[in-house]
């Protein structure tokens, strides 16, 4: 079983970035093998499809975030990246990132809409942006 490991959660000021990362830590495992995204939770509210990336490289973005967020991996370090800018207090959550290892496979927009199909998820990285 896969175990991802989340960090580059901070506090910061409206407007600013952060890079969040997600190692993969079981031997074999790849990035480019699953659907993979990112996933936030603040609290009192349901988790929400941040970004995704599936298997050959296409990406989705909820409508909150596009322009400003970008997902990104990198298969040599067994890496997934979120790169936020232009940080809004509305982006303050619990980040984690997801993967769904199990197929059938679904569509990048299908796991914005319902992250809850991922399998495997990290533990969370804290994002606090402040006015």
């Known amino acids: 079983q896969e175990q991802l490991v989340e960090s580059g959660g901070d506090s910061v000021q409206s407007g600013g970035s952060l890079r969040l990362s997600c190692v993969a830590s079981?031997?074999?495992?790849?990035?480019?093998?699953?659907?993979v995204g990112w996933v936030r939770q603040a609290p009192g509210k349901e988790r929400e499809g941040v970004a995704t990336?599936?298997?050959?490289?296409?990406?989705s973005y909820a409508d909150s975030v596009k322009g400003r967020f970008t997902i990104s991996r990198d298969n040599a370090k067994n890496t997934l990246y979120l790169q936020m800018n232009s940080l809004k207090p509305d982006d303050t959550a619990l980040y984690y990132c997801?993967?769904?290892?199990?197929?059938?496979?679904?569509?990048?927009?299908?796991?914005?809409?319902?992250?809850?199909?991922?399998?495997?998820w990290g533990q969370g990285t804290q994002v606090t942006v402040s006015s």
């Open positions: 997801a993967a769904d290892t199990a197929p059938p496979y679904y569509t990048s927009s299908y796991y914005l809409r319902y992250p809850r199909a991922y399998n495997s």
């Open positions: 990336i599936d298997r050959v490289g296409r990406t």
């Open positions: 079981a031997s074999g495992y790849t990035y480019s093998s699953y659907p």
